[in-house]
């Protein structure tokens, strides 16, 4: 049986070192009746609140997540136009968008607006500046608003 150190620093080299633990949690859970295991209303005993990990660590919890790719873009504008016009378009086409030159570009995750910035030059890639950033307040008030 491994130590809990040893646990550690398994978890440390192998990300997914925490799914295992919690499979095999789960399999000796399963071997045993749910409601003398779990507690609750048909066991007699209160219900223990959820821990998150054996360990109580949060730290590892939220590091779980950290590596989660999203969809991060800078969108320069935004126009309506007929479906007519679209199949139109061709090599050197201009459509107008509703930004104005100069005017700071929306920076959006998975969607959601969580910054505005001015767009700069990086080793002859395109960057973007954050200029003002989005107050989770702020976002929770925009998402429901809209």
């Known amino acids: 049986m491994a130590t809990e150190e040893d646990n ?3 978890g440390a080299e192998d990300p997914f070192a925490g ?13 045993k009746p749910a409601d003398a295991e779990q507690g609750g209303p048909l066991s007699g005993e209160p ?6 990990s054996a360990g109580g660590d949060t730290v590892n919890d939220i590091n779980m997540v950290l590596d989660i790719p999203v969809q991060l873009s800078v969108e320069l504008g935004r126009t309506k136009v007929p479906i007519k016009y679209i199949l139109q378009l061709a ?6 968008l509703d ?5 700071p570009m929306d920076v959006l ?7 505005q910035g001015e767009v700069v030059v990086v080793n002859d890639k395109f ?20």
């Open 91 to 96: 090599q050197g086409s201009v459509v107008e």
């Open 47 to 52: 219900v223990r609140p959820f821990s998150g």
């Open 99 to 103: 930004a104005l030159a100069g005017e």
């Open 127 to 146: 960057g973007i500046r954050l200029t003002d950033v989005v107050t989770p307040s702020e976002r929770l008030r925009r998402v429901s608003r809209g």
């Open 109 to 115: 995750v998975n969607g959601y607006l969580i910054a």
């Open 8 to 10: 550690k620093d398994a």
């Open 19 to 31: 799914w295992a633990e919690a499979l095999e949690e789960q399999k000796r859970t399963d071997d």
